[in-house]
């Protein structure tokens, strides 16, 4: 299985951010250009949120509150949970798992960002692990 630095190496897009003065409304433009559910909301280089779909449903739209007048400061996540680049996989998901969210922000020891993972990317990896591990196994067997 590849670890979260090799996983995180092999993504392609670069990262989706938005800063805390930034509107909701651009914060939404920014996830649907990037197909991304959730972006990092960085000060400078600072992580300083995670704004995610599950803040704008039940933070804007539930409150009646309006998108192209609000900022991204104002209803973004800013206790947020993160990890090292030296996480399991395992680890990841056992975290996002119990306390309930689909992106996890990595951070490098020196503070800055090293990207993002999401739910999805943890099920892809288990799944072609898996698969490169009963192919092996098959090869075993068959041989």
Request: proline fraction near 3%; aromatic fraction near 6%; charged fraction near 25%.
């Amino acid at each position: 299985m590849k670890t979260l630095k090799q996983m995180l190496a092999s993504k392609t897009r670069p990262l989706a951010v938005v800063a805390p003065g930034d509107t909701v409304f651009h914060a939404l433009s920014v996830m649907a250009s990037n197909d991304v559910g959730a972006l990092l909301v960085l000060d400078g280089e600072q992580l300083v949120g995670v704004f995610s779909e599950r803040d704008y449903a039940r933070k804007i739209i539930l409150h009646g509150k309006s998108s192209k007048e609000t900022f991204v400061r104002e209803i973004m996540s800013d206790k947020v949970a993160y990890v090292s680049p030296t996480a399991t996989l395992d680890e990841c998901r056992a975290l996002m798992t119990e306390k309930h969210f689909r992106h996890l922000p990595v951070i490098n020891d020196d503070g800055s960002v090293a990207g993002m993972v999401s739910i999805g990317d943890l099920v892809k990896e288990t799944i072609s692990s898996q698969q490169f591990l009963i192919a092996e196994l098959e090869k075993y067997i068959t041989s």
